[in-house]
């Protein structure tokens, strides 16, 4: 391999150190998952193309494969049968990993998900071709309860609350508020609304108000869907406030009944964390109850950052129905936004706790041994490159950041280089303070 | 999503009790990684082509990426300038990273990889087109000291002899032994000698021989080539049995005592881990050191589990060269063989240690709150899905292995589902026994 070598567009690549970042962020994501009682999955990177195209909007991200030396000869532009293509989300496979193994799986099925995902975009910030998502859903056959729509919020509060990151706040919704609001007014076609109302924070009010009349809608009605829009409340109060727009109908009461309860299980367990957000509408067409976005404090012009909501159709198989509720963390979109404004770091960029120093050549097993021995004990060691001067071998560790150097002789003695000191220790029974054991990751909030 | 669900050969998937087992596994891999001193690196999922494409034996495997709706007309079946494939390795996009980011590197670089990797070649047992593969590498400017490939084994004796699965045993070679010994013998193209001792195992001495005469070789030649890969010792003798056969060449004896050095480490350090395999040539013709493989006790048919060796011009860019020393643990082939097996089990299914209970859905807040007590002291807990009968409740954990139960109550209280025994609780302060905490994996030996 030679030369020439360019960093790829839109494929981030972290070095060490903030892969080690990245690593204790998924970990403790994971492990937050993990303590509601979400069951770990992974799915294969590919799925048929013709799953993934089901719906259309996104079929202009997707990669597709092709065997370099495939035996039908190769491809063309239209959609060869069996033609495989890479996931661009984790919700699309795990519908068809449900379908498919509905009859192994306990319901309600409650699983994460953290993996890599593909979309052919063409890059930007906060864009990228290969990113981490990071996935909860729980799913039932046939009906799924509300109330998980509730938990949800508690779940990535934990989550996100417990990683050094600024304070996120989680913006809910609800499908059925909306379409059953744009109905009680007598809009028909309440999926145009939807997509007006989605361009609020970009294009603003009066645009989308055009943009409404345009479509069909009257002046008193565009003011009320607008109205309705700029409902925001961290409490239950938005319902009442809803109810003085004056406008009634069945799904609108269900709604909102939901919503209230996902609001005050937050203000119950997690006060501060959600905000009823009347606005917030989400794009894809599948959502049907509850949505979620989330901002990052100080960051919200990068967008959301945690997103997802309530699905009844997403996995259907012949008679067979799997409502579900989920949500997805962008992870790697985080950290970048994070890493980009320095707002991350690590004590360390190695794992390293003690370098093992070698007297000379011959005598290398005595440390290879004394490093045998600290880890036996949990303590991560490596032994120098060399049988350098001391003085450079510590630098070898001051370079790594790593804090303890430690000298085999008649008696093995540990110095930690930040402070100089120095002491007889045994590696059978040493341990450093717990805090220098693994690499620390901080952030600047 | 919809009907004809069909896994697709050679992208296995597992159900989540065997994901909670293969996290373990991988998990347990990276801490050992960890305990080295290895950094953390992961590199994107695609590499341009051209790259791939430079170890011309391995292009039939490569899957190219197209975009569905590429600006430039899509593909022909010409390698495409700019255009991506999915790593078949973790190597090539290592020897990559190191070359586009040396200058923030530290030398010598210690990193681990733990990433899946695709190959489209035809699935068989034990062969996969997606798998996960557990690399470390160490890699440095110009020089690398020899002592870095007597580490190696030792890294993998802890990696794997720490898993719940069959002992292993780690075959050593190095590469100088070979071509000094055949240089020795005044052979000239010691590869293609090498590349007939490689099929060793598959067709047997004679017909290797009888390849060896057919490419050049005198009888007496062949008889040596072959004493020589006879040679097995789990110590430092095959060194005097080498020399008895009688063949001179600095090359060699440079190489026996490399290897002697490799054997004596291992010795010291992990007795019975290590045997001189004088076999052993790994068909790859970038090593040119210590080579690896890795047994299975017990399920020696299936080949190496893991494999690597020392490599001097994988990496180079100009006047910079980058000789290194790596191993890989084919993670996905050594779970389908024990998963095929029923030799690797999961305690239960799911992370949930405790199940609360529901009185009523008027009550469900109070479970949520206990859960939420229980989660703030480390213990994975779920609420029930509904305010069931408490034996249906109760059956709900029993179907996934979940130990307890807890009922909210005036006080509540907490039942050991296996042995029934029930006792009041308060969610702030109890704790389960350690080892009901997490699923706990364990092996059939």
């Known amino acids: 391999m030679s030369s020439k070598i360019t960093p790829l567009s839109g494929f981030p690549e972290w070095l060490p150190s903030q892969r080690l970042i990245e690593q204790e962020i998924l970990g403790r994501v994971q492990r937050t998952f993990e303590l509601y009682g979400f069951a770990p999955l992974e799915t294969r990177a590919v799925e048929p193309l013709d799953q993934l195209l089901r719906k259309g909007e996104t079929s202009k991200e997707v990669y597709v494969l092709r065997r370099l030396q495939a035996e039908d000869g190769g491809t063309d532009d239209t959609v060869v049968k069996d033609e495989l293509g890479l996931h661009f989300d984790l919700t699309v496979p795990f519908a068809r990993f449900v379908l498919e193994n509905a009859g192994k799986l306990q319901f309600p099925f409650r699983r994460y998900q953290i993996q890599k995902v593909w979309r052919g975009e063409r890059p930007q910030e906060g864009r990228y071709r290969e990113f981490y998502q990071a996935d909860i859903d729980i799913v039932d056959r046939d009906t799924l309860p509300a109330h998980y729509e509730a938990e949800i919020p508690l779940v990535i509060g934990d989550a996100l609350g417990g990683l050094p990151i600024p304070r996120v706040k989680i913006q809910v919704n609800n499908r059925k508020v909306l379409e059953g609001f744009y109905r009680g007014l007598g809009i028909e076609s309440t999926e145009d609304v939807l997509r007006q109302v ?17 479509g069909g809608l009257s002046t008193a009605q565009a003011e009320k869907v607008l109205a309705l829009a700029e409902i925001q409340a961290p409490d239950s109060g938005f319902a009442d406030r809803v109810k003085q727009l ?10 909102l009944a939901e919503l209230v309860r996902v609001v005050d299980t937050a203000v119950a367990e997690k006060p501060g964390l ?4 009347l606005r917030i509408a989400r794009g894809l067409d599948y959502y049907t109850g509850t949505v979620y976005e989330t901002l990052l404090e100080g960051y919200e012009r990068f967008g959301s950052i945690s997103s997802g909501g309530r699905y009844d159709n997403l996995a259907t198989s012949g008679r067979d129905v799997f409502p579900g509720v989920g949500i997805s963390i962008g992870v790697t979109r985080l950290l970048a936004i994070l890493f980009g404004r320095d707002a991350l770091t690590a004590s360390r960029a190695v794992p390293t706790c003690v370098l093992v120093a070698v007297n000379s050549e011959e005598e290398r097993p005595r440390s290879v041994a004394a490093a045998a021995a600290l880890r036996r004990n949990g303590i991560p060691a490596e032994v120098a490159p060399n049988a350098a001067k001391f003085g450079k071998q510590i630098r070898y560790a001051e370079r790594r950041g ?3 150097v430690w000298f085999p002789g008649e008696r093995d003695s540990v110095k930690d280089i930040r402070s100089g000191e120095q002491a007889d220790a045994d590696a059978a029974t040493w341990t450093p303070p717990q805090e220098d054991l693994r690499p620390v990751v901080t952030g600047a909030v």
Chains 1, 2 share one sequence.
Do not use: F
Request: proline letters at 9%; charged letters at 30%; a negative charge.
């Open 274 to 277: 959600v905000v009823a957000d």
């Open 198 to 214: 989605d361009k609020l924070d970009k294009i603003g009010p009066a645009r989308v108000s055009e943009g409404l009349i345009a």
């Open 246 to 255: 004056g406008v009634s109908d069945p799904l609108l009461d269900e709604g």
């Open 402 to 404: 790593i804090p303890y």
